[in-house]
């Protein structure tokens, strides 16, 4: 089935290959333009063939093909966007952090970029500065659900039980039809008689003001 899904597109990129050496190798017969139409449909189906090996959850080829499709310029920013996210779904953090970093200096005030970036430095490992990340995240966006459901989520995963029960307080009381609820309040109950021994340390440098 994946063979009959990527045949006819890789029987495109081969065709589009050959015209591009063959006229090269000709001495170049082609219309005015029509290279550069020829180079940008050979990255959209590049983008395609990357779109494709995500939807079957390839992540390795599609971060191959997502490189190619970068080098047209007005698909640049859609497939680096895109590689950041396959890299993530790889669980690559170390490839897919420094991509979401660039993105967020090209936009300052984008919140999911902010989440992604604060989600996966806590997969990296360093969970109390993607804890930090997440506080400041809800300080300038105190009303994005998901963003405190993912909080939460991962002090429960930490085994920040005291600080998951704060936090989860305040999910009830501002979204008491959020679906985690039922799921988080037993794992909550559970970590709370069995504190954790540095959530106070953790708690004291949350609440510290941050550097501007």
Known sequence: MKDRLF?????????????????AA???LLVPGQNKIILKNLAT????VAEGYMGVKNYAKATEYYKLAMREESLYLTAYYKLGRAYALAKDWDNA??????LLSRDRENGELR???AYITAMKGDTDEAFLQYRALLETYPEE??????YISLLVD?????????QFFILKEKFPDSALVSSLA???????????????QIKKAEDAPSAK
């Open 45 to 48: 189906e590049y983008y395609n």
């Open 26 to 28: 000709s001495g170049g």
């Open 115 to 117: 989440s992604s970036i």
């Open 186 to 200: 037993p794992k909550i109950a559970e970590l709370v008689d069995n504190p954790d021994p540095n959530a106070a």
């Open 145 to 150: 659900q998901t963003y405190l459901e993912n």
């Open 158 to 166: 930490a085994g920040r039980g005291e600080l998951a029960e704060e």
């Open 97 to 102: 952090l420094p991509i979401y970093q660039d």
């Open 7 to 23: 045949f006819p597109i890789a029987a495109f990129l081969f065709l589009c290959v050959t015209v591009l050496t063959g006229c």
